[in-house]
């Protein structure tokens, strides 16, 4: 499992304290940008 540093665990717990339709949008927005980065990696080799 991984470890979080201090500034990751409170992003994750101020995103468990949003709304449901905000965090859903937040995620939805992170799983994107991640998906971008690892594919801008995927292609940089």
């Not at 990751?8 to 971008?36: G, H, M, Q, R, Y």
């Amino acid at each position: 499992m991984a470890a979080f540093d201090k500034q990751t665990l409170k992003l994750i717990d101020e995103i468990e304290e949003l709304e449901p339709s905000v965090k859903d949008k937040l995620i939805f927005l992170a799983n994107a940008i991640i998906s971008n980065a690892k594919t801008g990696k995927a292609y940089a080799h």
